[in-house]
């Protein structure tokens, strides 16, 4: 086969990412689970994200905690905060996984 019909971009096997959750057990864990996920949207790894904690994007079980981590965000100076963070953060508690 000629070179010319060969894709040498496709798509390789992705390296799985360490987020660094804590054990499933641990009480921090949902909070960490909820950071994991905005994080992961944030930076285009949502599929990773969700692998790894084992929440869908906006499941309303993380409401909580993202609603923490966006007063959180907020409450830093303007010129420190992450507005994408905070995008996505207001994305999750508006999204509904039943629709």
Request: overall charge negative; hydrophobic content about 35%.
């Given at each position: ?35 994991v996920l905005l994080e ?44 994408r963070f905070m995008q ?12």
């Amino acid at each position: 086969m000629s070179r010319a019909f060969v894709n040498e971009d496709a798509e390789l096997p992705q390296p799985r990412l360490d987020f660094g959750l804590p054990p499933r057990g641990d009480r921090s864990y949902d909070a960490a689970a909820a950071l994991v996920l905005l994080e992961g949207a944030r930076d285009g790894h949502m599929a990773s994200a969700e692998e790894a904690t084992g929440y869908r994007w906006g499941d309303p079980h993380l409401h909580k905690h993202v609603e923490r981590l966006l007063e959180k965000e907020q409450d830093k100076p303007e010129h420190e905060q992450d507005r994408r963070f905070m995008q996505m953060a207001r994305r999750y508690l508006r999204f509904n996984p039943d629709e």
